[in-house]
């Protein structure tokens, strides 16, 4: 069973707003094994809709259309779909009734503009909604099915919720969809493809494998579908395990959820040991990710966001020696910002970052995207130089969670 998502207007196309609606229902209908086929975002004027449903009929069996349908003129979603059903138009009293509750309610006035709203195509069931005014439209064309809903994303949820879903599963014989997302950090897609290789040419035909990735992470998705839940979820897990044995060293957790903050604060937690920052060119991010973690008071102490040469050297005890012989960005500044805030806040570990983040050079000869990471242990300290490119958000962004990734590997070292 395929499915197509269009969402209807302009404020989408000039950019405007963001649509994460159609991102919701793909994710819905995912979980009810209806596969989404196409997503498409198209104008609020009438050819375009028509062309774009007789589009999506020809290739789905299901068309979910958000948008265009409030009081005001430009919306008209409605009367287009109206004429592509070749259907009347009616009132519907139960639609009126319930807007002018809900205006009696807000203490706001009823108009024939909101009146209007209860004016629907006669051969579409109506579906209500509960929180806001435009009703939800349910049309079965030749077997296909035809829904509009409002694209107020909590009106929209929750026709979706109570409607929609709940009828296409009454109504069609689903295959379940189970996605299982397998975490990594620190290796490549085409490294991390060369190691699995094997693993994946032998997949089973009713699990596929796509590769994920973004900044300083990679994750692996396996779907299975089929009419066998068990057969599905056996599937899975067997595959998941053949997984593990052959790239445990970079997974860090089986869901969405098991970002590398995420597996870094468990095993600072588990180890009970403290932590501490000291950032220079990422500006606070790796701090940011490590405190958006609840309970992260536990393990992590503070940090110092040490900017400029004076920081370094006076809080952070940095030898200006140091600093004239390698200059800031440098091996041997990075480590010494990391013993100084190890010692400074008392931590059993700490983390120092130094480096070129661009656009400039500034007064370093390192290129734009250079940057040193330096990881103090209980032991001593040691660093790693990187160059992690262009443009400056993404040196920060890598380089913070390339911080946290080496920072893990070396407490499971020594585990």
């Known amino acids: 069973m395929k499915a197509e998502i269009i969402t209807i207007g302009d404020e989408i ?52 259309m958000t948008g265009g349908l409030g009081p005001t003129k430009d919306d008209i979603t409605k009367h287009t779909l109206a004429e592509y059903m070749n259907s009347e138009m009616e009132m ?41 005014t435009a009703p939800g439209m349910w049309f079965n064309k030749d077997g296909k099915i035809f829904v ?42 085409s490294m991390v493809a060369a190691r699995i290789e094997d693993w994946e040419d032998n997949l089973p035909e009713f699990i596929k494998l796509a590769y994920l990735p973004s900044y300083g992470k990679l994750r692996l998705r396996l779907s299975a579908k089929g ?3 068990v057969l599905l979820e056996n599937g899975l897990n067997n595959e998941i395990k053949k997984l593990d044995a052959l790239i445990n060293d970079i997974i860090v957790g089986f869901d969405e959820s098991e970002t590398i903050e995420v597996s870094l604060g468990k095993l600072l937690t588990d180890k009970k040991v403290s932590l501490s920052v000291a950032e220079s060119c990422t500006g606070g991010y790796i701090s940011q990710l490590l405190t958006s973690i ?65 656009p ?14 330096g990881i103090a242990t209980p032991e001593g300290v040691f660093s790693e130089e990187f160059f992690f490119g262009k443009p400056r958000s993404k040196v920060i962004q890598r380089a913070s969670v390339k911080a946290l990734e080496m920072l893990r590997k070396e407490i499971l070292k020594n585990s």
């Not at 991102?23 to 209806?34: C, H, P, Q, S």
């Not at 040490?306 to 920081?311: I, M, Q």
């Not at 050079?361 to 990471?373: H, L, Q, S």
């Open 227 to 229: 009419t066998d839940k």
């Open 148 to 189: 509009s809903l409002p694209g107020v994303p909590n009106e929209m949820k929750g026709l979706m919720l109570t409607g929609v879903l709940p009828k296409l599963q009454e109504q069609f014989d689903l295959p379940y969809i189970i996605h299982k997302t397998i975490m990594t950090y620190g290796m490549g897609e």
């Open 13 to 64: 196309l000039i950019g405007q707003i963001t649509d994460t609606n159609s991102k919701w229902i793909a994710e819905e209908l995912n979980k009810i094994g209806v596969s989404v086929h196409q997503i498409t975002s198209i104008q609020d004027e009438k050819q375009h809709i028509l062309s774009s449903l007789k589009e999506a009929e020809s290739r789905v069996d299901i068309i979910i």
């Open 360 to 373: 400039t050079k500034d007064e370093t000869d390192k290129n734009v995207g250079t940057v040193f990471i």
């Open 294 to 358: 609840p309970g992260s008071s536990a393990y992590f102490k503070g940090s110092i966001i040490s900017y400029t040469r004076e920081l370094k050297e006076n809080y952070l005890n940095v030898n200006s020696k140091t600093i004239d012989e390698h200059t800031i960005v440098s091996k041997e500044v990075v480590e010494e910002m990391a013993l100084g805030i190890q010692k400074k806040m008392k931590t059993d570990f700490a983390i120092a970052t130094t480096g070129n983040a661009g």
């Open 92 to 132: 519907n009293d139960e639609v009126v009734e319930h807007i002018r509750r809900m205006f009696a309610k807000a203490n706001y006035p009823f108009s024939e503009v909101n009146r209007l709203q209860g004016l629907v195509p006669k051969k579409c069931e109506v579906l209500k909604n509960k929180i806001g």
